[in-house]
């Protein structure tokens, strides 16, 4: 890089002139035969001398670190808005490898995940198509200002887009709170906050779709808070969602005042270095809109255990989940009392496959008597970081038609873009 | 307003410090080589606490809650930095509530600042050739040079956040270059009948060990960064190794040893098990101990070759 050879070149020019300094000074100061003392002095006038501009050295260094380590402006950025550049000439050779184009700089983080899935075998119920660009979630993610910092999740299908995630979060507030506000995935549960590339299986539990409103789950717009709650070390988190009233399949308050709440207690402790156990429990309340003031109340229970050897970590790991939700649907020909649950298991055969297998069942929350169940068995592949092949062959009952399916789901998963962490 | 912001926000810590007696600085680092450099240089000062343990694969951290709760009390973090940390450090950072140690403030320091930094990119990059860092070689403590660097960085960072601890500093950190310098002609000592060795290492984690002892890495056990090895990649290493007679294959302590060996087999080079971080084992206490443990098996590894 450029930089560097300059850097470089300036570093020896320093050099080379405090190295002839060094060897002038103490020749000079033999040629003139002074006495002792004044040799002494100037001995001591060179050190100094040394010193000083070792000092200056080591200060230009670390500038010309500085610089180096400065990230270098996005290259491909530089052509798309040539007017810019012709705008400010001086700006570019000034900054010395620094960002030239400060509004392209600070352009957020994006990324984009593709979720190709295909279907093989019979549901009349769910009619998965053949073959599916199932989402393209656009992630838009940077930095606000000194307080809060910007998520963006545009999801978008082969028709139609729409805002999964969107909120701003407030990282610097007193009293270890931690605030969002936007429209969120509502912390209730552990799959329900997580987005669908990040599941374990290519599709939504039943207790999912059957309790939370749909294969989306409850997505909330409003305000979330969460305050840190250590016990000890043991980190525990407490989190207050206030949403409106509506929720895609879940609640559907008319006026303004019919709000959703959610309350979500979360507990992770590490049991070894290994293995850890993270426990939440949920409970949520929205009106369902099927009468005035008829309420839908939800609780929540997740249990995840993980194992994962830090040693050969990249090798072998293991993780057993499972939650257990509660529906309490006020109606108007009674209230519908549902229940739903699943547990799964994956387990890590080798740096990149994974073996998974999910048992799930719940009850329909609009009326209690209906239950779906489900088995599923998973083949996961990494190619690498950034792609990955699943396979699952998935069995559903379903109780309003009586009617079984047996399908097999392959999906391919793709990010571009920024590198986003990986998720826990 | 940013420096109003900064001289508050060190007007609070010291306030808290001077408050709190004798309160040690609680210091959070990514990985265990920078916790033993700033305990070195923090002594009974400072307390640290390492997110990545010394025998785990650096680039796959879990952002683990409980990490959260280290962040949140945290009075300084350090991070390798060049990305390294991006595939966990930024979520743990978010959730920290702890805006001291964000980017930016006087309590985030970012080590590889003023280092020897290998490889960075001079073209485009793209995912194509694995999981590469557009900013360098993230693995650059590996040369005892840049651990001086890093020391220096540790104790001026320390000295601002902690003016009353700054001689102490100032102290332990001319002991520590001191040992640094003792060590370092003892292992240039051990290393120098094998300068110009050619090497083979799994991952590309070694540009700046064998810079710094005169290393000539010639291959990776790895097709590609973060990619395991592949059954052609590995015959190309075979005919490598024995093409260019190498006599050593470096392995990482994380990574599965079945190929190495295999490759070992077939070529009669040398496995040798190389820690790139302090507690790779119990033995490797410190980051003297780190270059103790892999010079000594280096030259473990060569005897009898050559």
């Keep these: ?424 | 307003m940013k420096r109003n912001l900064l001289a508050a926000s060190a007007f609070v810590a010291l306030a808290s410090l001077s408050s709190a007696a004798e309160a040690k600085l609680r210091v959070v680092t990514s990985l265990q080589d920078l916790a033993s450099i700033a305990q070195s240089v923090g002594g009974d000062r400072v307390e640290t606490f390492a997110l990545a343990k010394g025998y785990q694969d650096p680039h796959f951290v879990d952002a683990k809650p409980s990490f959260v709760l280290q962040l949140s009390r945290a009075d300084l973090l350090i991070v390798a930095g060049l990305e390294l940390e991006i595939g966990y450090l930024p979520p743990l950072l978010d959730q920290s509530r702890n805006d001291k140690v964000h980017s930016g403030n006087p309590g985030y320091l970012d080590a590889s600042i003023g280092c020897d930094i290998l490889q960075r990119p001079t073209a485009q990059v793209t995912r194509a050739m694995g999981d590469v860092h557009p900013f360098g070689n993230p693995h650059y403590w590996t040369d005892p040079n840049n651990g001086r660097v890093i020391a220096r960085s540790i104790a001026a960072r320390l000295s601002q956040l902690d003016p009353a601890g700054s001689a102490a500093y100032q102290r332990n950190l001319a002991a520590f270059e001191q040992r640094l310098a003792q060590k370092e002609a003892e292992w240039m000592a051990k290393m120098a009948p094998f300068a110009g060795t050619k090497v083979v290492t799994f991952h590309d984690s070694w540009p700046n060990f064998a810079k710094h002892f005169k290393l000539a890495i010639v291959g990776h056990v790895e097709p590609k960064p973060g990619i395991p090895p592949t059954p052609s990649h590995t015959l190309d290493t075979i005919n490598l190794i024995q093409a260019q007679k190498v006599p050593v294959i470096l392995v990482e302590p994380y990574f599965d040893r079945k190929t190495p060996d295999y490759i070992a087999g077939k070529t009669g080079a040398a496995v040798a098990t190389f820690y790139p971080s302090v507690g790779g084992t119990p033995a490797i206490k410190d980051y003297f101990a780190l270059f103790d443990t892999d010079v000594d098996a280096f030259v473990a590894a060569m005897k009898g070759k050559k």
């Design chain 1, 1 to 424: 890089m450029s930089t560097d050879s300059r850097a470089f070149r300036a570093r020896s020019w320093i050099m080379a002139g405090c190295g002839a300094l060094c060897l002038l000074v103490p020749a000079a100061a033999r040629a003139q035969e002074k006495p002792d003392d004044s040799v002494a002095a100037l001995r001591h006038e060179i050190e100094e001398m040394k010193k000083a501009y070792e000092e200056r050295i080591s200060a230009l260094e670390k500038r010309l670190a500085e610089v180096e380590t400065a990230p270098p402006p996005a290259p491909e950025a530089l052509p798309s808005e040539p007017q810019v550049a012709a705008a400010s000439p001086t700006e570019a050779p000034a900054a010395g490898g620094g960002p030239a184009q400060t509004s392209n700089y600070f352009n957020p983080g994006i990324s984009v995940i593709g979720n190709f899935l295909a279907v093989g075998g019979h549901n009349p119920v769910e009619n998965l198509p053949a073959a599916d660009l199932r989402e393209s979630e656009v992630g838009i993610q940077a930095i606000v200002d000194p307080y809060a910092r910007a998520d963006f999740f545009l999801s978008f299908g082969e028709e139609g887009v729409d805002v999964e995630e969107g909120f701003a979060t407030f990282t610097s507030l007193p009293a270890q709170l931690l605030a969002k506000v936007g429209r969120m995935r509502t912390a209730f549960g552990k799959v329900n906050g997580l987005h669908l590339h990040v599941l374990p299986w290519p599709d939504e539990p039943l207790p999912v779709v059957n309790l939370l409103g749909g294969e989306e789950g409850w997505i909330g717009t409003g305000v979330s808070i969460a305050r840190l709650l250590p016990v000890g070390d043991v980190f525990t988190e407490g989190t207050l969602q206030i949403f409106r009233g509506q929720a895609e399949g879940l609640f559907a308050g008319e006026r303004r005042g019919d709000l959703s709440y959610n309350g979500h207690y979360r507990v992770f402790m590490d049991l070894t270095e290994a293995a850890n156990l993270d426990l939440g429990l949920s409970y949520g309340v929205g009106p369902n809109g099927t009468a005035e003031n008829a309420d839908t109340r939800l609780q929540g229970l997740d249990l995840t255990y993980r194992w994962k050897p830090l040693q050969t970590g990249s090798y072998r790991s293991a993780t057993l989940r499972g939650e257990v939700y509660r529906s309490r649907r006020e109606q108007p020909d009674g209230t519908q009392k549902a229940i739903g649950w699943y547990a799964s298991g994956d387990y890590q055969l080798a740096k990149r496959w994974f073996l998974g297998a999910r048992y799930e069942a719940s009850d329909h929350a609009d009326d209690d008597s209906l239950r779906d169940t489900g088995a599923a068995g998973t083949l996961t592949f990494w190619p690498s970081e950034f792609s990955q092949l699943r396979a699952e062959l998935r069995r559903r009952h379903y109780s309003l038609t009586g009617e079984t399916a047996n399908e097999l789901l392959l999906q391919l998963q793709f990010a571009i873009g920024a590198h986003g962490a990986h998720p826990f």
